[in-house]
């Protein structure tokens, strides 16, 4: 059985950073792609950074430049760094992987984060 499990959320300022981490059950390699996801209070899921076995980085609009995806291979780990934190960050954030061989998704079971003064 696949387990991803996330870490790192919290109460946080506006402005300030977070890191997130998701560790994975079994090589990181096996998933196509690993992904963060976000669904904040009535809205709907939705996707925040990808990143592919290959390495190709990809995030939502209202992240760039402020987020970073990255993986720690021997770890089986990939992180996300939050910098700049605003109040519409607030929400559950969800790892999210691409099973390579079976294209199965499997998801951790959400980390809160929660931008206030």
């Known amino acids: 059985q696949v387990q991803l499990v996330e870490s790192g959320g919290g109460l946080v300022q506006p402005g300030g950073s977070l890191r997130l981490s998701c560790a994975a059950s079994?090589?990181?390699?096996?998933?196509?792609?690993m992904a963060w996801y976000r669904q904040g209070p009535g809205k709907q899921r939705e996707l925040v950074a990808r990143?592919?076995?290959?390495?190709?980085?990809s995030y939502a609009d209202s992240v760039k430049g402020r987020f970073t995806i990255s993986r720690d291979n021997a770890k089986n780990t990939v992180y996300l760094q939050m910098n700049s934190l605003k109040p519409e960050d607030t929400a559950v954030y969800l790892c999210?992987?691409?099973?390579?061989?079976?294209?199965?998704?499997?998801w951790g079971q959400g980390t809160q984060v929660t931008v206030s003064s």
């Open positions: 999210n992987g691409r099973s390579a061989a079976s294209g199965r998704n499997y």
């Open positions: 079994r090589s990181i390699f096996s998933f196509a792609d």
């Open positions: 990143i592919t076995s290959g390495g190709n980085i």
